[in-house]
T-cell receptor
């Protein structure tokens, strides 16, 4: 089954304790992205990657890091989490071609609580 | 000003009603327009997309884009309780996808 898999689904952590949220896709998509979703603010892009070793900032990158060492994986790293990073996080991926629709496939989400 | 504006609702309708969900956008570079459906505790899933202006129909769903007025609509006919979800509109320029904040729809039986 074609899918984007995120882990963990739920995470409660303490301020300052480094954590990694993993994202993996099995569709050979070039493009991968991380979003956070907050009430009243909608989906906001954190970071994206056009392909292996190519990453760039989205709208809200502060406090986050990413890496893209393999095509299928795109982990999100919080080096020193703070309570304002409590949110619902989504990983998404899509094919990149020469024009055409690029509908994203989303993972099921990671609900992070930082206390 | 956010590039895609969407009324968050909530919108409550009885089963069988026709539902109209709407968005406005400001980015003239958008080429594709999409509607995603998000059930509670799930990730968004692509429902429909349209290229440029015009209508696209898929079963009970019709997506409509009017580029002259920068208006995006999704119509749901014969709405069902299973349609209860948050609906997100989005505009795409290149690979960048810009979402509205979503409209929460509740269909009661």
């Amino acid at each position: 089954e074609a899918q984007v898999t995120q882990n963990p689904r739920y995470l409660i952590t303490v301020t300052g304790k480094k954590l990694t949220v993993t994202c993996s896709q099995n569709m050979n998509h070039e493009y991968m992205s991380w979003y956070r979703q907050d009430p009243g603010l909608g989906l906001r892009q954190i970071y994206y990657s056009m392909n292996v070793e190519v990453t760039d900032k989205g709208d809200v990158p502060e406090g986050y890091k990413v890496s893209r060492k393999e095509k299928r994986n795109f982990p999100l790293i919080l080096e020193s989490p703070s309570p304002n990073q409590t949110s619902l996080y989504f990983c998404a991926s899509t094919h990149v071609g020469t024009g055409g629709n690029y509908g994203y496939t989303f993972g099921s989400g990671t609900r992070l609580t930082v206390v | 000003q956010k590039e895609v504006e969407q009324d968050p609702g909530p919108l409550s309708v009885p089963e069988g009603a026709i539902v109209s969900l709407n968005c406005t956008y400001s980015n003239s570079a958008f080429q594709y327009f999409m509607w995603y459906r998000q059930y509670s505790r799930k990730g968004p899933e692509l429902l429909m997309y349209t290229y440029s202006s015009g209508n696209k129909e898929d079963g009970r769903f019709t997506a409509q884009v009017d580029k002259s007025s920068k208006y995006i609509s999704l119509f749901i006919r014969d709405s069902q309780p299973s349609d209860s979800a948050t609906y997100l509109c989005a505009g795409q320029a290149g690979t960048a996808l810009i979402f509205g904040k979503g409209t929460t729809l509740s269909v009661s039986s």
